[in-house]
Nanobody, 117 residues
Framework: QVQLVESGGGLVQAGGSLRLSCAAS????????MGWYRQGPGKQRELVAT???????DYANSAAGRFTISRDNAKNTVYLQMNSLKPEDTAVYYC???????????WGQGTQVTVSS
């Protein structure tokens, strides 16, 4: 019921930065946690980062130190700041949220990130 829409993807050179946004149609407090997944070419979908309603964060080893997940409750938006991008970061990035009411996972449509070497 809560829609998630990603934006901010694009083409960037290695070493550059992008900020992804995930806008929710209702308060993000409807989710007990939110996160970003990605799926690169020929790869399985993998978890990149998560954030809880209290602001606790967790990162994949590949993202730690380079990526930062954050939220703006007033804007019903979760962000993923990506710095020092590498070609292996190339993937479709998906925003997710787990409903506190139903336990179901909601998914956005994804946004493409391409990092050139």
């Amino acid at each position: 019921q809560v829609q998630l829409v990603e934006s901010g993807g694009g083409l960037v050179q290695a070493g550059g930065s992008l900020r992804l946004s995930c806008a929710a149609s209702r308060s993000i407090f409807n989710f007990n946690s939110m996160g970003w997944y990605r799926q690169g070419p020929g790869k399985q979908r993998e978890l990149v980062a998560t954030i809880t309603t209290t602001g606790a964060t967790d990162y994949a080893n590949s993202a730690a130190g380079r990526f930062t997940i954050s939220r703006d409750n007033a804007k019903n938006t979760v962000y993923l700041q990506m710095n020092s991008l590498k070609p292996e970061d190339t993937a479709v990035y998906y925003c997710t949220g787990r409903s506190r009411l139903t336990g179901n996972n909601n998914w956005g449509q994804g946004t493409q990130v391409t990092v050139s070497s």
